[in-house]
């Protein structure tokens, strides 16, 4: 669903530009209370995870393939403000390198399929998981279900700023049909994949998973007919807030690898929903050259390789670990800043016991 350039009008995507900024900035706040030292590598691998599961489009129907927008499974595993930091880290390498979803419309771009995504799917998902069984079982079916609506939200989302900055005169009520219709199928394929990421990092590491935090809830006991907190369990001999994350990061990492550096050659070469939604509805009339055209990586192959498959492969491995670097240095930094603000916010509630 990348929107490329010249789809929405300058006004628009100015505007857009302005809050996706602003949202953007509010999340660099608020992932300071979601990371510290373990998670922050996490969340930067989160990232170029979600940048090699983008490349393996899937078809759907039509002619038309879909991929993995990532703002559900970014904020279930990493937190809402942290996911939508991913998610803008991602859109960021991919236009910037890869010459995917058009640099005028970043702003578009993140404020669709990063914030939009990203708030719909954490709200759902908190809404059902408060009211379903803390089972890993309730919470991977709570992670489909918001992962599945997040997807036709943002094409709604898509389709209101066409409405408003829409640079081809079309009926605003088939371009939605068609877009909402299309991303409810694709929805079904990101709601598969989220799931089975998540219930797979809860099956081996919930303490990691910012979705899970409070899984397992305290054991009850019947005494005389009233229910009571069981006595606490001896603890650990190490506590899962210091187990390394070093097996975890490493699989995950060689897992993105395989996925952007071979498996990515077998996904479908249909255009995906926006692009075939484009076409048939004639709303890319005024679509424009991408200012990075002339990428040495762009289109996701490296420029001089002639085989196609190693060219995409070594683009997918390259794009993984430029999005993992970038991801994980700025993350490391707003982890540290929620460390230098610790002490201070400590002294200053000591003074105040005082």
């Given at each position: 669903?990348?929107?490329?350039?010249?789809?929405?009008?300058?006004?628009?995507?100015?505007v857009a530009g302005?809050?996706?900024?602003?949202?953007?900035?509010?999340?660099?706040?608020?992932?300071?209370?979601?990371?510290?030292?373990?998670?922050?590598?996490?969340?930067?691998?989160?990232?170029?995870?979600?940048?090699?599961?983008?490349?393996?489009?899937?078809?759907?129907?039509?002619?038309?393939?879909?991929?993995?927008?990532?703002?559900?499974?970014?904020?279930?595993?990493?937190?809402?403000?942290?996911?939508?930091?991913?998610?803008?880290?991602?859109?960021?390498?991919?236009?910037?390198?890869?010459?995917?979803?058009?640099?005028?419309?970043?702003?578009?771009?993140?404020?669709?399929?990063?914030?939009?995504?990203?708030?719909?799917?954490?709200?759902?998902?908190?809404?059902?998981?408060?009211?379903?069984?803390?089972?890993?079982?309730?919470?991977?079916a709570a992670s489909?279900?918001?992962?599945?609506?997040?997807?036709?939200?943002?094409?709604?989302?898509?389709?209101?700023?066409?409405?408003?900055?829409?640079?081809?005169?079309?009926?605003?009520?088939?371009?939605?049909?068609?877009?909402?219709?299309?991303?409810?199928?694709?929805?079904?394929?990101?709601?598969?994949?989220?799931?089975?990421?998540?219930?797979?990092?809860?099956?081996?590491?919930?303490?990691?998973?910012?979705?899970?935090?409070?899984?397992?809830?305290?054991?009850?006991?019947?005494?005389?007919?009233?229910?009571?907190?069981?006595?606490?369990?001896?603890?650990?001999?190490?506590?899962?807030?210091?187990?390394?994350?070093?097996?975890?990061?490493?699989?995950?990492?060689?897992?993105?690898?395989?996925?952007?550096?071979?498996?990515?050659?077998?996904?479908?070469?249909?255009?995906?929903?926006?692009?075939?939604?484009?076409?048939?509805?004639?709303?890319?009339?005024?679509?424009?050259?991408?200012?990075?055209?002339?990428?040495?990586?762009?289109?996701?192959?490296?420029?001089?390789?002639?085989?196609?498959?190693?060219?995409?492969?070594?683009?997918g491995v390259i794009?993984?670990?430029?999005?993992?670097?970038?991801?994980?240095?700025?993350?490391?930094?707003?982890?540290?800043?929620?460390?230098?603000?610790?002490?201070?916010?400590?002294?200053?509630?000591?003074?105040?016991?005082?």
């Open positions: 669903m990348h929107v490329p350039d010249g789809f929405i009008n300058a006004p628009v995507s100015a302005v809050v996706a900024a602003g949202a953007v900035a509010v999340s660099l706040k608020g992932a300071r209370r979601e990371l510290d030292e373990r998670t922050a590598p996490l969340a930067g691998l989160v990232a170029a995870f979600i940048f090699a599961v983008q490349m393996l489009n899937f078809p759907v129907a039509a002619g038309t393939s879909g991929h993995l927008l990532g703002g559900a499974l970014a904020a279930i595993l990493v937190g809402p403000y942290t996911g939508i930091l991913c998610i803008s880290v991602v859109l960021l390498m991919q236009g910037i390198l890869f010459a995917d979803g058009g640099l005028t419309a970043l702003g578009v771009n993140i404020l669709d399929m990063g914030v939009v995504t990203t708030v719909v799917a954490y709200a759902l998902f908190r809404g059902l998981v408060s009211v379903l069984p803390r089972t890993r079982r309730s919470m991977t489909f279900v918001a992962a599945l609506v997040s997807v036709p939200a943002a094409a709604a989302a898509f389709t209101l700023l066409y409405w408003i900055g829409g640079t081809t005169d079309i009926p605003i009520g088939k371009v939605f049909t068609a877009m909402v219709g299309v991303h409810v199928l694709i929805g079904i394929g990101e709601a598969a994949i989220t799931a089975l990421t998540v219930g797979a990092v809860i099956a081996v590491r919930p303490d990691l998973v910012h979705g899970a935090r409070g899984l397992t809830a305290p054991l009850k006991l019947r005494i005389d007919g009233e229910l009571v907190d069981a006595p606490a369990p001896a603890p650990a001999r190490e506590p899962a807030a210091h187990r390394s994350t070093k097996g975890l990061w490493a699989t995950g990492l060689v897992t993105a690898l395989v996925l952007a550096g071979f498996v990515s050659f077998y996904a479908s070469a249909n255009p995906d929903g926006l692009e075939k939604v484009a076409t048939d509805q004639g709303i890319d009339k005024e679509a424009r050259d991408h200012a990075a055209k002339d990428s040495p990586l762009a289109d996701y192959g490296v420029k001089d390789i002639s085989d196609a498959r190693m060219s995409g492969g070594l683009a794009g993984v670990g430029a999005t993992l670097v970038v991801g994980s240095g700025a993350f490391y930094v707003v982890s540290r800043r929620r460390r230098d603000d610790e002490p201070a916010d400590s002294d200053s509630r000591t003074d105040e016991k005082v």
